[in-house]
């Protein structure tokens, strides 16, 4: 999953944590690569992964910060699919995907954003608001090319305030 996109977080130095990420979205080890496969239901798209456990929403908003800032993405909207550890998004050719786990609770995580970063700078915490999550649950289908679960699951808003998260909706939960 990881090398599908058009965008690939590459990690060339170290593995950036949320943490790094929303405090420095310009931090060393922010590095991105582009090229490797060109599937095209996956243009302006991310990718992460052990996302929950390794507590990665942070970096992965952050990700679609740069994306944004730095004018990587066709159009107006960065899109961003994370799963959770042992957990996979099986992409079929019409556009329409499956989660599938052998873990008894996982999710994936798809993430859109289409507004510019208020701040995105080096050395300044992130402030980037109104990034959808849609959550959807094991054996559940979603649609790439409509950005659309097949069936309703989880929706809400996450909003990062100088490199602090919060939610809207799903709880206050950020996962």
């Not at 130095?13 to 929303?22: C, G, N, P, R, W």
């Not at 490797?36 to 239901?41: A, R, S, Y």
């Not at 995580?109 to 050395?123: D, R």
Request: charge should be neutral; charged fraction near 15%; proline fraction near 3%.
């Amino acid at each position: 999953m990881a090398v599908l996109p058009q965008w690939i977080y590459s990690a060339e130095q170290e593995s950036v944590t949320s943490e790094e990420a929303l405090k420095n979205p310009y931090n060393k080890d922010m590095t991105f690569a582009t090229g490797f496969l060109e599937i095209p239901l996956l243009k302006n798209v991310i990718t992460d992964t052990h996302f929950f456990q390794r507590n990665r929403m942070g970096r992965t908003i952050t990700f679609l910060a740069r994306l944004l800032q730095d004018g990587n993405v066709t159009g107006t909207e960065v899109r961003g699919i994370a799963c959770d550890e042992a957990t996979s998004f099986l992409l079929n050719s019409d556009g329409t995907g499956t989660v599938y786990t052998q873990a008894s609770v996982a999710y994936a995580y798809m993430m859109s954003a289409s507004y510019l970063p208020k701040v995105c700078k080096p050395g300044t915490p992130l402030t980037f608001s109104n990034v959808v999550i849609q959550k959807i649950a094991k054996s559940e289908m979603f649609n790439v090319k409509t950005w659309t679960a097949l069936k309703k699951g989880t929706d809400y808003q996450i909003n990062v305030v100088t490199g602090s998260m919060s939610s809207v909706g799903n709880d206050g939960n950020i996962y």
